[in-house]
């Protein structure tokens, strides 16, 4: 009886058993292959879609509809932007596009342009985007799918009309416009006409006057029959045939003249204009000439080292888009304006400025350019039309992030993101969270001699930082032993002592099992001046950016073409290209590097000399990285040996 029982009670367990396994099976079947009635993200973003302009909605403007407010020239980042709209769900601005409407007149007259393939893509682009959101509850900015790129048939007071009935519309708040050519006849002015409230306005021409610097976006002029257009490849550390040309029809009679009598004086300057056609109407972009000469567009400017940008109608210039595109040095001589990009992009790196009045100065200012400095320069201006101005795609991305950079500071893209191009074999060594756990503290590597009083001092000194886990004595002298252990600092940090075989400066560079976290701090033994909040300091700016060395004194290379050899400036300047190892925090991973695989030649050169071996480091760290070092600036100057010259 008591067998039958306990069959029967498990019977029931197992049957139960079973019907929970079936039901759960038919459960994650229906919810596996029923077809889902929610929607992808990415399937949001596929239902923007530019319909047949044939079959969008007819909206009407009446002409007593009030339009939009002028635009308010006093907005900032922080007074016509909501941001409490934005990161809703990430990190990231959303942004919506409003449906695609056919905007008419009382007269049954077209209001709005109609759409460019330019503005098409500028929509498209943004529409595939991970910054989409077809939600616009959820939207951080929104985008009128008004195409007002050219302000040159564009009825200005009538789209303001149109802004000002958008459903969310709110004074412009949060509201994105994209316009390249701004201002029309007599006046050209450097923004946008249309009344447009608080809205934020990515423009083609602004000046200094009229840029809301921080709250508008400038960005290039942008070329789509030059854009199209395949160009050979060229070393970029070719000579060139032509110092400078200038390319550009219609600019200013004074501009002209001035171009023309350093062409009558230079023969290497190149001076371009329309070429004459017995039909005026006529107009052969790809063709550019000299008197009878003719010369194919843009292709003539890989002839040159330096493009001439000069103002006409509009300060913003199609031509300096068409010089990055051909690895031409662009030379602005546009006084006041604001340059694409301006925001994230250091144009000292990729172009020459010069004022207006210093024109005829040209030859004189060019000739200080050195041939390094032109190679660097083709290079970076490559880099910028490639990742910036190539594409109208690219043109309206690269606004978004801008304007996301501002949103999320703490997110935004680096200076190096930005501005450095990317160098093959540069890789990031580490295998480490972007910022290492404060908890492991750093090695504090100090290398000595016989200098015994100053060393005690500075491991009296560094042991009251609350971060340091270890000081490691490196005793580079072979003929006279370490003092004895009773005579040490008595201090509250473990203190370990090595004693090198040899006398040598690399010695400090030396990968010790005793160097047992992920940051090492290199200290000379009379650096007396560092207190423990500023190596606290150092030590957290270089958690947040570990594979750079981060130092203290600072140190400047530059090309001396008097001398033809490296200079290398002691003095304090406000540029900065190196930091000396005799104070500075960097990851031990470039010990390894140092000792083991940097090339040997260089460690015996600084081992027979004795000196150079920060400079070594330094570049060794950039090599690897793509990254240069960085600056910490302490209360007091450190003192440091100078050198003046090395090869």
Known sequence: MITMRLRSKYQNFYIVLFTVILFGVIVTGFFQFWPHTQETERERRNLFTIPDLNSVPEVKILSTSQP???????????????????????????VYIYPVKKYIDENGIIITNTLSKEFHEVLTTIASSSFYTAEPEKACLFIPSIDMLSQNTLRT??????????????????????????????????????????????????????????????????????????????????????????????????FRDELDDLANSHSDILILDRCESGNEDETDTSKMCKGNDQFRYPHVLQDATFCIILRRARLGQPALSDALKAGCIPVVVIDTYVMPFADVLDWTRASISIREEELERLPDILSLTSSTQIQLMRKQALFYWENYFKSMGQIALTTLQIINDRIFPYMKKSYASWNEPSKENTISPFFLPKMPPKAEGFTAVVLTYNRVESLFKIIREIAKTPSLSKILVVWNNQEMSPPAATTWPKISKPLKVVQTKENKLSNRFYPYDEIETECVLALDDDILMLNP???????????EFPDRLVGYPGRLHTWDEATGKWKYESEWTSSTSMVLSGAAFYHKYFNFLYTHRMPSVIKMWVDENFNCEDIAMNFLISNVTGKPPMKVTPKKKIQMPRMHHYR
Request: hydrophobic letters at 40%; a negative charge; proline letters at 6%.
């Open 157 to 254: 007071h009538e789209n303001g009309q149109v802004l000002a009935q958008l459903p969310r519309w709110n004074h412009g708040l949060n509201h994105l416009l994209f316009n390249i050519l701004p201002g029309t006849v007599p006046d050209f002015n450097t923004s946008l006409d249309v009344p447009r409230g608080k809205a934020i306005v990515a423009g083609g021409g602004f000046s200094t006057w009229t840029y809301r610097s921080g709250f508008d976006v400038s960005i290039p002029v942008f070329n789509p029959e030059v854009s199209l257009i395949l160009l050979p490849e060229v070393d970029i550390k070719a000579d060139r045939k032509y110092l400078a040309i200038s390319a550009q029809i219609g600019i200013h009679p004074d």
């Open 68 to 94: 939009a407010h002028k635009g308010d020239i006093t907005c900032s980042h922080y007074e016509c932007l909501d941001v409490y709209r934005c990161g809703k769900d990430a990190n990231m601005i959303s």
């Open 533 to 543: 909040d500023e190596l606290e300091f150092g030590y957290e700016v270089w958690r």
